[in-house]
């Protein structure tokens, strides 16, 4: 069997409340200072190519070890979520290519429209995810999920010079996804994830932003995952707000899975989900990001459970509210041991509810014993709502 059919295969069981991590994975200090030294020109390229490899395999290792089901490279060899994209979209100028820190952001700007994807400057050899994703492929036989940032966030950290509208910018960038999510695709990816870490920022764009992740999905028939948070800059929060701004638009995103953070904030946006009648699937946010402190098992559990309320466990998907790259390396573990344990925990409930029904009984949704009975979960676990599938 392909390592391809492998992840297909892997991705349809049925088992229930699959756990993944949501992108970026923490980045040790070591690493930092080391890219930090590339662009001072202290060290080759080369060599940075190798530490990053260094990385991934240990940030791949850490993931295994918590009893991750779906796992992704970490988003290393990325310098934060925009930067490993836009410097290689044909059409985007980055003038100036050294940083004082390697987190920091390009001034990017585009000066005239971007060439189509398989025409002229767009017959390159694509964004270089398809490289990533085949060196994590043949490290581990687990699924492998890829990231992209959405087109709209890409958008906001690019000076428009080029178009009429910033929107026919947002939708070219999506053109570009989309071409390297076929990449992806033919080279056997079959989860993808887009990001759009500044959606909450601008949510009277919503609508746009939707259609751009639509022109993005087309390009690939595999399962996709949508990721909108309130950001995550330097462990803290960019906005605030409810997840309110996101419907009904949402709805006619053609994905799979929405995967959005409540462990933060809280669990009140689920009462979105059966407002609008989203009856895809839910990438549940369980572990807050933006502190050191290491949640319980039995936290996450209870927040598993207060979504088991809205939710039917064969659309939910465990994963923490955003990307762990801001964190020790210590704590990162932790808390992915913490919410593969919760997990686990509900997960046996389920089983255990399930064997005792009576034979014969009509098929009913589970949910554990005592989750209608649950209270309103404290510490702020916020749960969130992600799109339908395996793959976050």
Known sequence: MSRAAHDRKLAQQERLLPTTVIGSYSVPEWLGQLRNEYYQRRISRRYLDEIHETAIKAALLDQERAGIDIVTDGELRRDNDIDYLIERIPGVEVAYRSKLD???????????????????????????????????????????????????????????????????????????????????????????????????????????????????????????????????????????????????????????????????????????????????????????????????????????????????????VINPDCGLRHLPPDVARGKLAAMVAGAAMVRTELSTAASQKPTGSKPTSQKPADAASAGPIENGSKSVVSGKGVST
């Open 102 to 316: 390697y987190f920091d952001y390009y001034e990017a700007n585009v000066a005239s429209p971007l060439p189509l994807p398989g025409t002229g400057e767009g017959l390159g050899l694509g964004l270089g995810l398809v490289a990533d994703f085949r060196f994590l492929r043949q490290l581990t036989e687990l699924p492998v999920k890829v990231s992209l940032t959405g087109p709209f966030s890409l958008s906001r950290r690019i000076r428009n010079s080029a178009y009429p509208a910033s929107a026919d910018l947002v939708r070219d960038l999506a053109r570009v996804l989309s071409a390297e999510a076929g990449r992806l695709a033919n080279a056997g990816a079959q989860l993808l994830q887009i990001d759009e870490p500044f959606l909450a920022g601008y949510p009277e764009d919503v609508e746009l932003a939707v259609e751009a992740i639509n022109i993005v999905t087309k390009g690939a028939d595999v399962s996709w995952t949508l990721h909108v948070c309130y950001g995550n800059r330097h462990a803290r929060p960019l906005w605030a707000g409810h997840y309110d701004f996101l419907f009904p638009a949402i709805k006619d995103a053609h994905v799979d899975r929405l995967a959005l953070e409540f462990a933060r904030t809280g669990d009140e946006d689920l009462q979105l989900l059966e407002q609008y009648q989203w009856d895809r699937g839910l990438g549940l946010g369980v572990i807050d990001v933006k502190t050191e402190q290491v949640e319980s098992a039995e936290l996450v559990a209870a927040r598993i459970r207060r979504a088991l309320q809205v939710v039917t466990p064969e659309k939910l």
